[in-house]
């Protein structure tokens, strides 16, 4: 089907409370097990299709039925959504046959069945759901994530493709905890090439066959770990934290979410505080390409998603402005005269950003504007046939917000509280997940390797007109941070004690504190909690006492939460 043909069809991109009974949807299934529906509903995500459960009563019985995410205030427009869904590429994969239209009184938060941590530690691999054995000891190593949700993810949406997909948790001496994303169990290693095939057809890319017997010592120590260790975890904010500004609050709370997609980078920034800091807004953010000044721009906000299960990335970009600041800008975009750009109205929580896009060398690029101009949003899609990225538009969500993806929540604690004692202006906050070139620039010491594939956040603020920052290391289970943060401790312990190098506790937590002749340009005190390592650095000689930086530690929403 052409690019053109897909984008007759209007897509809808409503964020709604769902409460209203004058709301009519589309039900693509109904079930009476709760169990079935969730299995069909991932399936619908797996194959692009956005959608919720809702909770209905026929007859004196509950159903659950999985409807199309987006509402519509009349029967006849529901109707037409059903015929526009029925057409699109993934209808028959999807099995659906028999559209229905319908009202919802309850729908399903994400708690209730979204979450796929249930429990606040790791529990030993559950022999009963490898299938691995002697017997049949090959089989596909899909991907290794450092943390269990985005593998669940991924196993889920290999499931429901009928692929026998199960992790196995694994325990390194010098990267700690892996979870490994696995598919089938073999007696013949040729059999495990052929399903590897089979993944790469389907645009699976980057698996390896894996056999049982190199990886089961592993397997056994992380058994043999969790069995002795309580391993914990939390997840962080519920709310964005009252730090931040109103714009950028705005900002977070209207950016477009994939859940199938995970974060690789966020960063966001407040340009009116950023005057204050004698850094440009390029120091951070360098968006030049798109707006040529930061006149009249309060706020910034950019994602990076990427979908490593089939090699897909997402770059998204928010500005917030003021009197209009984006006016033009859409026009502006389009492509030299020869190549066709389409129009489409792209949803957000409260905005409607009306936009273009085009692709151009295998990219599709979009841009829009609110109708007032002062907000603009910019998309680049990698690695996205037409079909892909119609259904993408439909499928970005903001029935929720950033605070969807755990590494976004728990790193939001490296933000303080709201201090009536001490004022602090928000600059900057960046996430990003820790590549190898971190631990190359470290000598490839121990406890930089086991850092790599965790999350880096660091926010920047203005404290009594100086530069200061937190930044954490998420690593994502209490038992890998204190195990670095002590290797660091012990590294520090054996050079020399003094004033400028030694422990610093902030409350009962063991921490280090080390002077500017150190780190060469500022002073920094470290401690580890929960999956946490925390630093707070000064960033200039010497310009805030240890004292300072303590309390600047204490403030922080990790002793909350």
Same mark, same amino acid.
């Given at each position: 089907?052409?690019?053109?043909?897909?984008?007759?069809?209007?897509?809808?991109?409503?964020?709604?409370?769902?409460?209203?009974?004058?709301?009519?949807?589309?039900?693509?299934?109904?079930?009476?097990?709760?169990?079935?529906?969730?299995?069909?509903?991932?399936?619908?995500?797996?194959?692009?299709?956005?959608?919720?459960?809702?909770?209905?009563?026929?007859?004196?019985?509950?159903?659950?039925?999985?409807?199309?995410?987006?509402?519509?205030?009349?029967?006849?427009?529901?109707?037409?959504?059903?015929?526009?869904?029925?057409?699109?590429?993934?209808?028959?994969?999807?099995?659906?046959?028999?559209?229905?239209?319908?009202?919802?009184?309850?729908?399903?938060?994400?708690?209730?069945?979204?979450?796929? =941590?249930?429990?606040?530690?790791?529990?030993?691999?559950?022999? =009963?759901?490898?299938?691995?054995?002697? +017997? $049949?000891?090959?089989?596909?190593?899909?991907?290794?994530?450092?943390?269990?949700?985005?593998?669940?993810?991924?196993?889920?949406?290999?499931?429901?493709?009928?692929?026998?997909?199960?992790?196995?948790?694994?325990?390194?001496?010098?990267?700690?905890?892996?979870?490994?994303?696995?598919?089938?169990?073999?007696?013949?290693?040729?059999?495990?090439?052929?399903?590897? $095939?089979?993944?790469?057809?389907?645009?699976?890319?980057?698996?390896?066959?894996?056999?049982?017997?190199?990886?089961?010592?592993?397997?056994?120590?992380?058994?043999?770990?969790?069995?002795?260790?309580?391993?914990?975890?939390?997840?962080?904010?519920?709310?964005?934290?009252?730090?931040?500004?109103?714009?950028?609050?705005?900002?977070?709370?209207?950016?477009?979410?994939?859940?199938?997609?995970?974060?690789?980078?966020?960063?966001?920034?407040?340009?009116?505080?950023?005057?204050?800091?004698?850094?440009?807004?390029?120091?951070?953010?360098?968006?030049?390409?798109?707006? =040529?000044?930061?006149?009249?721009?309060?706020?910034?906000? $950019?994602?990076?998603?990427?979908?490593?299960?089939?090699?897909?990335?997402?770059?998204?970009?928010?500005?917030?402005?003021?009197?209009?600041?984006?006016?033009?800008?859409?026009?502006?975009?389009?492509?030299?005269?020869?190549?066709?750009?389409?129009?489409?109205?792209?949803?957000?929580?409260?905005?409607?950003?009306?936009?273009?896009?085009?692709?151009?060398?295998?990219?599709?690029?979009?841009?829009?504007?609110?109708?007032?101009?002062?907000?603009?949003?910019?998309?680049?899609?990698?690695?996205?046939?037409? +079909?892909?990225?119609?259904?993408?538009?439909?499928?970005?969500?903001?029935?929720?917000?950033?605070?969807?993806?755990? +590494?976004?929540?728990?790193?939001?604690?490296?933000?303080?509280?709201?201090?009536?004692?001490?004022?602090?202006?928000?600059?900057?906050?960046?996430?990003?997940?820790?590549?190898?070139?971190?631990?190359?620039?470290?000598?490839?010491?121990?406890?930089?390797?086991?850092?790599?594939?965790?999350?880096?956040?660091?926010?920047?603020?203005?404290?009594?007109?100086?530069?200061?920052?937190?930044?954490?290391?998420?690593?994502?289970?209490?038992?890998?941070?204190?195990?670095?943060?002590?290797?660091?401790?012990?590294?520090?312990?054996?050079?020399?004690?003094?004033?400028?190098?030694?422990?610093?506790?902030?409350?009962?937590?063991?921490?280090?504190?080390?002077?500017?002749?150190?780190?060469?340009?500022?002073?920094?005190?470290?401690?580890?909690?929960?999956?946490?390592?925390?630093?707070?650095?000064?960033?200039?000689?010497?310009?805030?006492?240890?004292?300072?930086?303590?309390?600047?530690?204490?403030?922080?929403?990790?002793?909350?939460?």
């Amino acid at each position: 089907m052409k690019l053109k043909h897909f984008f007759t069809i209007l897509i809808f991109f409503f964020v709604t409370s769902f409460s209203f009974s004058e709301d009519w949807f589309v039900c693509l299934g109904s079930f009476s097990d709760l169990k079935n529906a969730r299995n069909y509903s991932l399936l619908l995500k797996a194959n692009f299709f956005k959608n919720r459960i809702a909770l209905a009563e026929v007859n004196g019985r509950k159903v659950y039925r999985v409807l199309y995410d987006s509402v519509c205030d009349s029967k006849e427009k529901a109707r037409l959504l059903s015929e526009r869904i029925y057409q699109r590429p993934y209808s028959v994969p999807c099995k659906l046959d028999d559209l229905w239209i319908c009202t919802a009184d309850e729908f399903l938060s994400f708690d209730d069945y979204g979450k796929t =941590n249930s429990a606040d530690s790791l529990k030993s691999n559950d022999i =009963n759901e490898i299938p691995l054995s002697d +017997e $049949k000891p090959y089989s596909v190593q899909v991907g290794s994530y450092k943390e269990e949700s985005p593998a669940k993810r991924d196993q889920e949406r290999l499931q429901a493709k009928n692929i026998d997909a199960y992790i196995l948790k694994t325990y390194d001496d010098d990267t700690y905890i892996s979870f490994d994303l696995h598919a089938g169990a073999f007696k013949t290693k040729e059999e495990s090439e052929e399903l590897q $095939k089979e993944l790469e057809n389907i645009g699976i890319q980057g698996t390896k066959v894996s056999d049982f017997e190199d990886i089961k010592d592993s397997v056994e120590k992380f058994n043999s770990l969790a069995s002795s260790t309580n391993i914990s975890y939390g997840e962080g904010v519920t709310e964005i934290p009252d730090i931040f500004p109103e714009e950028v609050k705005t900002l977070i709370s209207e950016f477009p979410i994939n859940p199938n997609f995970q974060i690789e980078t966020i960063e966001i920034l407040d340009v009116e505080n950023i005057s204050e800091t004698g850094y440009s807004e390029s120091d951070f953010i360098n968006e030049r390409s798109l707006i =040529n000044n930061f006149d009249n721009v309060s706020a910034i906000s $950019k994602a990076v998603y990427k979908d490593d299960l089939y090699n897909k990335k997402i770059i998204v970009r928010i500005f917030s402005g003021s009197d209009g600041r984006f006016a033009g800008m859409k026009d502006n975009f389009l492509p030299n005269e020869g190549k066709e750009a389409f129009q489409v109205d792209f949803w957000a929580k409260t905005q409607v950003f009306n936009c273009y896009f085009y692709k151009q060398d295998g990219v599709f690029n979009l841009l829009g504007t609110t109708k007032d101009e002062n907000q603009l949003i910019s998309m680049e899609a990698l690695n996205f046939s037409d +079909e892909e990225f119609t259904a993408l538009l439909g499928d970005m969500t903001n029935d929720s917000n950033l605070l969807i993806y755990p +590494e976004v929540r728990k790193n939001l604690l490296t933000l303080p509280k709201k201090s009536s004692a001490t004022k602090r202006d928000f600059v900057y906050f960046k996430l990003k997940q820790i590549g190898d070139d971190y631990a190359e620039e470290r000598g490839y010491v121990n406890w930089a390797r086991a850092i790599v594939g965790h999350w880096q956040a660091n926010s920047y603020f203005i404290q009594d007109g100086k530069k200061i920052t937190t930044g954490f290391f998420d690593l994502d289970y209490d038992y890998n941070s204190k195990q670095v943060h002590t290797q660091f401790m012990e590294a520090h312990e054996a050079i020399s004690i003094d004033e400028k190098n030694h422990p610093s506790d902030i409350f009962d937590e063991p921490g280090w504190y080390v002077g500017s002749h150190f780190l060469n340009s500022s002073n920094e005190l470290s401690f580890a909690k929960k999956s946490y390592i925390i630093a707070i650095n000064s960033y200039e000689p010497d310009c805030f006492s240890e004292e300072a930086l303590k309390d600047l530690a204490k403030d922080l929403q990790i002793w909350d939460k």
